[in-house]
């Protein structure tokens, strides 16, 4: 479960927010000692954090540009002001996104998830369960466990973990191993599942790629 530090000094509104991340899968934390808040930014383990800019005694470009000189945690600017200028600095101090209030909770929550998979993406590393995929290493890893995948291995384990919950057809699989659309024998793809699921087996996985006859394969 992904953690969000808010940063934002209207109780109603930090409440608000809580809840809402809340209810869409998020742990919410939120900053409401405000003379210790570059020691909260220092210490929190966040994976995002949502900061307004106008608080009690500083501003949150302040903390954001003072913030980045060591951290690289997503940040996303909240604030009620609508002029470009305070956009362009929020951005040019490292703010990920900026989101003017009032905002649709909708669309702020796409904001949070678009700024979180982009920053999977640079660190390579993601999550599927308690089992840590790491695309740098070409690896699994469970605790002390870790297993390493082959290239291919790893490209098709992508690929249905981006697509997790659908179907991902063997042509599709085929498509991403060998970058084209012509056909090819799939008696290595075969090969390449049934390596994956006994690896995935190992860290008690045994039933995380579920086949779906005349169509592909699902990861559970």
Not at 67 to 88: C, N, Q, W
């Amino acid at each position: 479960m992904k953690k969000i530090l808010i940063v934002e000094d209207d109780q109603v509104l930090r409440e608000q927010l809580m809840h809402l991340l809340e209810n869409s899968g998020y742990e919410a934390m939120g900053v409401t000692c405000f003379e210790t808040v570059k020691e909260q930014l220092e210490n929190t383990d966040a994976d995002l954090i949502l900061m307004d800019i106008n608080l009690p005694g500083t501003n949150g470009e302040a903390l954001l540009q003072e913030y980045r000189k060591k951290h690289e945690t997503p940040v996303i600017m909240l604030t009620s002001r609508t002029g470009e200028m305070d956009e362009v600095l929020s951005m040019s101090y490292g703010a990920d996104d900026y989101v003017t209030k009032p905002y649709n909770p909708t669309i702020l929550l796409l904001r949070i998830s678009a700024v979180l998979k982009r920053a999977v993406k640079t660190e390579g590393v993601q999550m599927y369960g308690d089992i840590e995929v790491s695309t740098v290493k070409g690896s699994l890893t469970r605790g002390a466990q870790e297993v390493v995948l082959t290239k291919n291995e790893m490209i098709i384990f992508q690929l249905m973990l981006d697509r997790r919950g659908e179907i991902v057809t063997r042509d599709e699989l085929m498509t991403a191993l060998w970058d084209n659309d012509e056909f090819v024998n799939d008696n290595a793809l075969t090969v390449n599942i049934s390596r994956l699921r006994t690896k995935l087996a190992e860290l008690g996985a045994d039933k995380a790629i579920e086949t779906r006859k005349k169509q592909g394969y699902q990861l559970l």
